[in-house]
């Protein structure tokens, strides 16, 4: 089972409508969570991260996580074509060796309409 | 300010050649990562350099070796090149190792096609 499970799309949908991207993820060890939004031929760029349980807004997005399911939720209110782009989930781990890495999702490729 | 860059953007090599990478990350981040991006999946972790040591390495072969240098630029190098190498190599920058907290940044990449 690879450790972080995300439905690669496409999601296409029209200008203004609630988008809702998920992730699910395995092992427990100590971590913490992020969505990076990336453009094509770019960069991920990070929009939120979050360690607890619980939603954490910001602007149009809401990151949500339920660790009790092992769960992770991005949702976009009101969308906007400018947010056409492949959304990436990732599980950010610390070892014992005091390394640290980000597993990423597959991405899942989303097309906002005008 | 200048974000992390990376260098060259793209690059076609032939299977068995071998590769240099080159990143240089926002001025003061001491922290440097590699990730592999092949088409369709997310990245995948390889290196992570802080203060020029090498803090943790991803599941790749030895053909693939880093380093960072004094001024906190980075070289990944990837030997014995294969058509499965093909791929973005993404370079992440941050202040520290704790990345919640001060966040990494990324660069466009590298485009590698092994042919």
């Known amino acids: 089972q690879k450790e972080v499970e995300q439905d690669p799309g496409p999601l296409s949908v029209p200008e203004g409508a609630i988008v809702s991207l998920n992730c699910t993820y395995s092992n427990s060890a100590f971590q913490y969570f992020m969505w990076y939004r990336q453009y094509s031929r770019k960069g991920p760029e990070l929009l939120m991260y979050t360690y607890s349980s619980g939603n954490k807004e910001d602007g149009r997005f809401t990151a949500q996580v339920d660790k009790s399911s092992k769960y992770i939720s991005l949702f976009i209110r009101d969308s906007q074509p400018s947010d056409s782009a492949t959304y990436l989930c990732?599980?950010?781990?610390?070892?014992?060796?005091?390394?640290?890495?980000?597993?990423f999702g597959k991405g899942t490729k989303l097309t906002v309409n005008p | 300010d200048a974000g992390v860059t990376q260098s060259p953007t793209h690059l076609i090599k032939t299977r068995g050649q071998h590769v240099t990478l080159r990143c240089s990350p926002i001025s003061g981040h001491k922290s440097v990562s590699w990730y592999q991006q092949v088409l369709g999946q997310g990245p995948q972790f390889i290196f992570q350099y802080y203060e020029k040591e090498e803090r943790g390495r991803g599941n790749f072969p030895d053909r693939f070796s880093a380093r960072q240098f004094p001024n906190y630029s980075s070289e990944l190098n990837v030997n014995a090149l294969l058509l499965g190498d093909s791929a973005l190599y993404l370079c992440?920058?941050?202040?520290?190792?704790?990345?919640?907290?001060?966040?990494?940044?990324f660069g466009s990449g590298t485009r590698l096609t092994v042919v």
């Open positions: 992440a920058s941050s202040l520290f190792t704790a990345a919640p907290i001060y966040g990494y940044t």
């Open positions: 990732a599980k950010g781990e610390i070892t014992q060796g005091g390394s640290e890495k980000l597993v």
